[in-house]
């Protein structure tokens, strides 16, 4: 459990990390390529889809936001981790 605490940790942590350094280099370089490289992304999950009870609305959903940025913070989070565990 503390494991797949740890892993929860550095995946939102890298991706967070490498989602905010995607935005900073497009305000840096705009309209680059290599800009427009760290931006390219997939979105993959459910779409919310919404249940209507009359009493209750219940609306459920979830997507991923992974771009090249984000899997590069999420690689150089791991990276990092690894080392502060030796």
Avoid: C, R
Wanted: proline residues 2%.
């Amino acid at each position: 459990m503390k494991n797949a605490l740890h892993a929860l940790i550095v995946v939102v942590t890298g991706s967070l990390l490498g989602t905010f350094v995607g935005k900073l280099a497009e305000i840096w370089f705009p309209g680059g390529q290599a800009v427009t490289l760290l931006n390219t992304g997939i979105n993959t999950g459910l779409n919310p889809a919404t249940l209507d009870l009359a009493i209750i609305e219940l609306t459920l959903g979830l997507v991923f936001k992974f771009n090249v940025a984000a899997l590069l913070g999420i690689f150089i989070a791991g990276v990092v981790y690894k080392q502060l565990i030796k």
